[in-house]
């Protein structure tokens, strides 16, 4: 499939007070203007990519549907076992319509990224999902390995009941989902006004396509 992308802006606008700054870096040693740009770049890359994984989710070629409550009297450690299940079965259902690979990476929400965690404490489940190790950063990242082939991503601003499989190649006929990066992120110069009150502006430009839809499968939990 052939076509343009439209590149747009992605703004951020960040501001502090300069006296305040300033007694920051005289107490700790901490450069305000170094830590805000920092952080600024931080929260870009987390609304651009809560933003892409939002378009995939809503234009994935097709569905599918784990319900959280097993069969009466039957324990929940048992049970969250059939959400890996799904998964697989829907990183199958991605060959079956492409013909090309399974699928390869979960992006899931919160009661997703549960349920996963709660099948390393089970021995009878034991292996299947095995965590990242290390501090959890605090946009989307990579959670953990599911079944030994694929990537668990947690996307805490994702809602929590919904989960995304997809596939991710190496070579750009594989592609699925197209992010076309116009401009990396710049800043505008530092400003600080007669009230003391010090900004700068952050932007990204980039643009974003959905060319191959039956590479991903999206999930709710019922």
């Not at 809503?58 to 069969?71: C, F, H, L, Y």
């Not at 404490?121 to 034991?126: F, I, R, V």
């Not at 594989?174 to 900004?199: K, M, N, R």
Request: charged share 15%.
């Amino acid at each position: 499939k052939t076509g343009q992308i439209t590149a747009r802006p992605h703004l951020l606008k960040a501001s502090y007070a300069f006296l305040a700054g300033t007694q920051m870096e005289r107490a700790f040693g901490v450069n305000m203007d170094e830590a805000l740009l920092e952080a600024a770049t931080a929260e870009l890359m987390h609304e651009r990519e809560g933003e892409i994984i939002s378009q995939m989710y809503r234009q994935a070629g097709s569905s599918t549907t784990w319900n959280m409550v097993g069969p009466q009297d039957y324990p929940p450690s048992l049970h969250y076992a059939s959400f890996v299940t799904t998964i697989k079965q829907a990183a199958s259902q991605i060959f079956q319509l492409t013909k090309r690979a399974y699928g390869n990476f979960v992006i899931v929400g919160k009661a997703g990224f549960d349920v996963l965690n709660s099948l390393i404490t089970n021995t009878l489940n034991a292996g299947v999902f095995k965590p990242t190790g290390g501090t959890m950063p605090a946009g989307p990242h990579v959670a953990g390995v599911l079944d030994g082939n694929i990537k668990v991503i947690f996307n805490p601003f994702m809602n929590e009941n919904e989960f995304l499989v997809g596939y991710k190649g190496d070579r750009i006929w594989e592609s699925g989902f197209v992010v076309g990066d116009y401009l990396p992120i710049f800043s505008t110069s530092l400003l600080t006004l007669d009230d003391f009150a010090t900004q700068r502006g952050y932007a990204s430009v980039y643009g974003q396509r959905m060319i191959n839809n039956r590479m991903y499968v999206k999930g709710v939990i019922a």
